[in-house]
């Protein structure tokens, strides 16, 4: 992980990241890939996010829930990193849509 693109990446223990923020989001680098957890509210978040993770990792977006603070930054970060997303079952329409997202 190039902490030097992302400033604001703070360790937490062996082998798992911090990038304060809204909300606070995990970054875990293992074996190969790398889990984002919560990527936040803002595409900018995304392209930040992006530009601190190692280029050759696979890169998985786990989405703990449906709220947009959680969603927004989803888009870009696929769009630079080829990112896969999970998110759990019940909260998957809401996280593919906008519109569902707004209404609740």
């Not at 604001?8 to 809204?22: I, T, V």
């Not at 970054?27 to 509210?41: H, L």
């Not at 601190?52 to 769009?79: C, N, Q, Y």
């Not at 080829?82 to 609740?104: F, G, K, T």
């Amino acid at each position: 992980m190039d902490l030097g693109n992302l400033m604001e990446f703070r360790k937490l223990g062996k082998g798992a990241f911090l990038a304060p923020g809204s909300p606070n989001t995990l970054v875990i680098p293992f074996d190969g890939e790398t889990w984002i957890v919560d990527p936040g509210a803002y595409p900018e978040r995304g392209e930040e996010l992006a530009r601190g993770l190692d280029k050759g990792k696979r890169k998985t977006v786990l989405v703990t829930h449906s709220h947009s603070d959680h969603l927004a930054a989803i888009p870009k970060l696929v769009e630079l990193t080829n990112a896969v997303v999970a998110c759990p079952y019940l909260e998957s329409c809401s996280a593919r849509s906008v519109e569902i997202r707004r209404a609740l």
